[in-house]
C-alpha cells in the first residue's frame, strides 16, 4: 500500500520538460503539456509506462515523442524508454500514450522530445 501511495505521489508530479515544434524551436521546461502516468500492470509486452498526455496549446499536435524515465524513491533515474503517442492530441485536450520502459519503478517522468504542429486551413 505505501509503495501505491509513493508511486501515486509521483505520478502526480509528472512534469513534461521540452518539445520541438516542426520549425525545430525548443518549447521552454514545462510550457503547454503534461501528463498522468502509471506503471501498466496489465502489460503484455513488458514493463510499460501509460497514461494521459494533455495538450494546453490552442492547436493540434502530431508525431509526438516521448521519453518515460523511471525513478527511483529519491527521484534518480533507473532508466529510461522512448516512444511514440500514436494519433494526434487536440489543442486543449488529452490523448492516451504507451511506452514500454526497462525496469518498473517508485515514479515516472515524462518527457516531449519533439512534435509536429497539426496546421488547419487552407492558408
Do not use: C, K
Not at 44 to 70: C, F, T
Amino acid at each position: 500500500m505505501l509503495h501505491a501511495i509513493r508511486a501515486l505521489a509521483a505520478v502526480l508530479a509528472i512534469a513534461l520538460l521540452t518539445g520541438s515544434a516542426a520549425g525545430g524551436e525548443p518549447v521552454p521546461a514545462g510550457t503547454d503539456f503534461r501528463a498522468e502516468a502509471d506503471f501498466d500492470q496489465i502489460s503484455r509486452r513488458g514493463p510499460a509506462v501509460s497514461g494521459w498526455l494533455y495538450n494546453d496549446r490552442g492547436y493540434g499536435v502530431s508525431n509526438v515523442r516521448l521519453r518515460v524515465e523511471v525513478l527511483d524513491a529519491t527521484g534518480g533515474v533507473l532508466a529510461t524508454g522512448e516512444g511514440w503517442l500514436y494519433g494526434n492530441v487536440p489543442g486543449r485536450s488529452r490523448a492516451y500514450f504507451f511506452v514500454t520502459v526497462p525496469r518498473r519503478g517508485e515514479g515516472y517522468r515524462v518527457t516531449v522530445l519533439s512534435f509536429d504542429r497539426l496546421e488547419m486551413g487552407g492558408m
